[in-house]
């Protein structure tokens, strides 16, 4: 059946079966590779994306549900090619990260963090991935990283002269 | 090991290059490589531990449009060969899929091939098969009494390997010691479970007689066993190198599933993909890890000095071989760990049963010796009334006896354990922590310490295989790095293996940059495909730091010296007379001078201005062979193992309720020694994932199967990896020793923190609950097992009070 979807701000018109997850319809019919198939039963959280900015496993949703819909997915944050996010940047400064398969929503994940919360304690941080699956790094460097994006983000939105944290 | 006298960008917290394409969604996975007309595999599994396969009726999925092809075992294996075997066991023989019989409940019998991956699924449930159930063996104990059924009855018993090495006067020294004592600890079945499961693609091309493949995979000379088992020439068979492998730690090997989609390319000419779901991964990918039992004894003095160590491991590999009995060997180069006991005497028993097979697993089975060996030197303090540290202490091999030749035969490059565990003692405040250990007691928790020494053999050899298998007689392992730089002077450096996560790209070009005194970041690195490559063995046995590393600094190096030869004929001077700085070299007068440019032009322009027999242009290669490599075992079983061996020292505090039976990691110290570190933030990911590994593996993995020998976790809901809740804050104290057998002092960390969490955890369990005059002796410990035990040990104190 046809669905539209509104992928990264475009409006997308594509062909599904009903059963189509929205993870297999990312990346069959928009070759949008960002999104990995981890567990496809929803614990490791590698499928995913954001839905009107909330993170949400594309494996447990079908395509035709995300219909009217916003969808992020990981193309949709840099902010052009070869440029990366305030958040992306951070995850290469401290090294979050290792095969890069679990990082992708692991980014969106903080994405959307940093959306809600500007400013998060490292618990709020522990927490808000704790449903992302990390095999490689043991989430040291990864919380390391969305602390050091905070920080700054908060700095790059204070006045003038630098916010002192 | 060459000096380099000030290292620019070795040992600097550089970025990692290939973290950029990660953070945007632009790794280029197996299952992001799309070929025109791909056909989709799922597979039908066995439901029996053991069972003969009656029939196949496949007439119901075939009638299916989308489905194209049935494959069963007979007609696979009619047109391929066996998978290898590491030891010399013929008739335990292997195939993608069942051939006859199924072995284990989840082994895959028939692979069906549709348009779609949904579609195979679909036609999967219609494929009839009729089995006649088959006595079936779960325990290995029970494996290894001879009247057991043998999983593979042409190979008579379940005994893969029985073989006992007796290095040094062990009776004497039993004989000889006042005291003895000795235990039984089990490493339960777990594994690496990358959060990828294994892939594959292949496309075979008719008009090229070429194998194309596309795979996830982490596999020392995996294209020569495709070639082999599929009947091709190995010039044949294209492995493309360029592909992200999402995580391995060991277990990516994915023969038999290429082999499978290999045969379906060939059979129905079109390109042919397989990527596991998480249930074909972990009932059936055969990546599970050593599932073991160890009989320890020691005899010791009442110092606490050990003298010699009796070990039986026992190990369950499941239905088939492959390499993983030589898991059993590997720590042989380490059988002692940091320690100066004069003499072992070590039993490997290997035994087949109806459970999935195992691959390797991060560490080769170094994690469960470390774990066994650790709980030894715990027991001995327990017994002798000792501080476990200062056991430790007493017993370790000193900084002055580097190198170090233990009775199996390895010599240990080089170590300075005190240190490490004074600068780790200092950090955590020792008497402090005790008082926060007693503090939490007081409240009414059961609170404990737990310490781990360890080592982490690196520099990945093979010996382990001439060791058990006395037909195998390799000697070699080597690695590989080309550098060529064109006419624009931009350098290009290949290397010739996929990675799975460990930065081998970052590595490469620190290394390179590093002698050529070039930015690391100008440097171009490059994947070959396997038939333009230099051969390689993969990323496995912590080695690329030691064998990247080595290769890509003696190319460069070689590299060097054709510019030095190159201004040394403009300037007439010998070598000794030229000074080379940033890429340039200038005479030692000062007086001329060539620029990096000057020397490229002239190589690649101007063969009239080289010095004569000078090939034009400028390249370099260098295949490098393991240091310290190169000798086949002594007949009674002594080998040098691996090159190099980092140290670890684990200093944990557990809090548990006692109610709960959920141990909480209050405080993780670790103090890590692996030489010359060439990355920090990677050495330092390596160390905190690994750890976490452990900590999953001494708490919360196992693959469990049933007394149908059905497995019960077979997904992350009952399989359980450790979240960011689970992973506490790891404070890393660093040390380094360098090796001196390695061209830059470095040694390996790809296993890191695993090797020694999970001892620490335990022992940190047992000190808890040492109170309750209760322990444990088997990984993982469940929370439901440990509360079971708190519970039952409270119950029968409060009737005996």
């Known amino acids: ?165 | 090991m060459s000096a380099i006298a000030k290292l620019r960008y070795v040992s600097t917290p550089r970025r990692v290059r290939e973290d950029r394409r990660f953070v945007a969604g632009h790794g280029r996975y197996v299952a992001d490589i799309k070929a025109e007309g791909t056909l989709h595999v799922a597979l039908v599994a066995s439901p029996h531990a053991a069972a003969r396969i009656v029939s196949i009726d496949a007439s119901a999925a075939l009638a299916m449009p989308g489905v194209h092809h049935v494959l069963t075992g007979e007609e696979l294996a009619a047109g391929t060969d066996p998978l290898m075997n590491g030891l010399d066991t013929p008739e335990v023989r292997r195939y993608p899929l069942a051939v006859g019989q199924a072995r284990y409940a989840g082994e895959w019998v028939a692979a069906v091939v549709a348009d779609s991956r949904a579609l195979a699924e679909d036609a999967a449930e219609r494929v009839r098969i009729s089995y006649e159930v088959l006595p079936y063996v779960l325990d290995a104990e029970r494996a290894l009494e001879p009247d057991s059924t043998p999983v593979h009855p042409g190979h008579g018993s379940n005994v893969l390997l029985d073989r006992t090495f007796v290095w040094g006067e062990v009776d004497k020294h039993f004989a000889e010691s006042p005291y003895e004592l000795s235990f039984r600890v089990i490493w339960g079945r777990s594994s690496t479970v990358p959060i990828e499961t294994f892939g594959v693609l292949a496309s075979w091309d008719p008009w090229r007689n070429m194998l194309e493949v596309w795979a996830s995979i982490q596999m020392p000379k995996y294209s020569d066993q495709i070639a082999r088992a599929v009947r091709l020439p190995a010039n044949a068979v294209r492995v493309h190198q360029d592909v992200d492998v999402g995580g391995s730690y060991g277990v990516k090997r994915g023969i038999k599933q290429t082999v499978i989609v290999a045969y379906l390319s060939r059979r129905l000419g079109r390109p042919v993909r397989l990527i596991e779901d998480r249930l074909e991964n972990m009932r059936a990918g055969d990546a599970h890890g050593p599932d073991r039992i160890f009989d320890v004894s020691v005899a010791f003095n009442a110092e606490g000095i050990i003298r010699s160590m009796k070990m039986r491991a026992l190990d369950n590999v499941g239905a088939y071989a492959g390499r993983s009995p030589f898991q059993l060997g590997k720590p042989v180069g380490a059988i002692v760990g940091p320690y100066q006991i004069q003499s072992v005497q070590y039993r490997a028993v290997s035994v087949t049963t109806n459970k999935a097979a195992q691959e390797a697993v991060r560490g080769f089975g170094q994690a469960p010796t470390n774990y066994a060996i650790e709980t030894a030197i715990d027991k001995v303090a327990e017994k002798l009334g000792l501080d476990r540290i200062e056991m430790r202490r007493r017993n370790f091999i000193r900084k002055e006896q580097f190198p170090y030749l233990i009775p199996s035969g390895s010599t240990y490059d080089s170590g300075d354990y005190h240190t490490v565990v004074a600068k780790v003692l200092d950090h955590v405040q020792w008497p402090a922590l005790e008082q926060e250990r007693d503090r939490l007691r007081a409240k009414g928790l059961l609170a404990g310490i737990g310490i781990a020494a360890c080592l982490e053999p690196s520099g990945g050899n093979s010996s382990f295989e001439p060791l058990l298998n006395p037909k195998n007689t390799t000697t070699t392992w080597m690695d590989s790095c080309r550098i060529n730089v064109d006419l624009l002077g931009d350098i290009t450096v290949t290397i010739h293996t996929t990675s799975s996560g460990q930065g081998h790209e970052t590595l490469a070009a620190t290394v390179v940059g590093e002698v050529l005194e070039i930015d690391p970041d100008k440097i171009r690195i490059m994947r070959p495909d396997s038939l333009t490559s230099l051969p390689s063995n993969s990323p496995v046995g912590s080695r690329m730091a030691i064998m990247l590393g080595g290769a890509a600094f003696h190319a460069a190096h070689k590299l060097k010296r054709k510019l030095l030869r190159i201004a040394g004929h403009q300037f007439g001077l010998a070598g000794d007379q030229l000074v080379y700085a940033g890429g340039g070299i200038a005479a030692r007068d000062g007086k001329r001078k060539l620029s990096w440019m000057d020397l490229v032009l002239i190589a690649h322009r101007h063969i009239h201005m080289m010095p004569p027999d000078t090939e034009p242009g400028l390249e370099a290669s260098h295949i490098y062979q393991v240091p310290t490599g190169g000798i086949l075992p002594t007949p009674d079983g002594r080998v040098q193992m691996y090159p190099c061996h980092s140290f670890e020292f684990h200093v944990i505090l557990v809090a548990i309720d006692p109610d709960l039976g959920k141990p909480e990691i209050r405080r993780y110290v670790i103090g890590h020694d692996c030489g010359t570190v060439i990355n920090p933030h990677i050495v330092k990911g390596m160390t905190l994932g690994g750890i976490a590994h452990g900590i999953g593996a001494a708490l919360l993995e196992e693959f469990v199967y049933d007394e149908q020998g059905q497995m019960i976790t077979q997904s992350f809901m009952d399989y359980l990896l450790p979240s960011s809740h689970e992973v506490p804050k790891v404070e890393i104290v660093h040390h380094c020793t360098p090796s001196p057998f390695t061209v830059l002092g470095q040694k390996g960390s790809g296993e890191s923190g695993y090797l020694g969490a999970p001892a620490a955890i335990s022992g940190a369990i047992n000190d808890a609950i040492r109170p309750l005059g209760i322990s444990v002796g088997k990984l993982p410990i469940r929370i439901s097992a440990l509360s079971d035990a708190v519970a039952a040990a409270r119950a029968k104190s409060s009737v005996t009070s």
């Open chain 1, 1 to 165: 059946m046809k669905v539209e979807l509104t992928v990264n701000g475009e409006s997308r018109l594509t062909e599904v079966e009903p059963r189509k997850s929205l993870l297999d319809c990312l990346r069959d019919n928009f070759n949008l590779n960002g999104a990995h198939a981890g567990c496809e039963h929803g614990v490791c959280g590698a499928c995913t994306v954001l839905v009107d900015g909330q993170p949400v496993r594309s494996c447990l949703m079908f395509a035709v549900q995300a219909d009217g819909y916003a969808i992020t997915t990981i193309e949709g944050l840099t902010p052009a090619p070869g440029e990366l996010s305030v958040i992306q940047d951070a995850f290469c400064e401290t090294h979050g990260m290792q095969c890069g398969y679990c990082t992708p929503a692991m980014v969106l994940t903080a994405h959307a963090l940093l959306q809600r919360n500007a400013a998060p304690t490292r618990e709020e941080i522990v927490e808000s991935i704790s449903g992302n699956i990390c095999r490689c790094t043991g989430y040291g460097q990864i919380v390391e990283a969305i602390a050091l994006a905070a920080d700054r983000l908060s700095r790059a939105n204070a006045p003038q002269g630098g916010a002192v944290r």
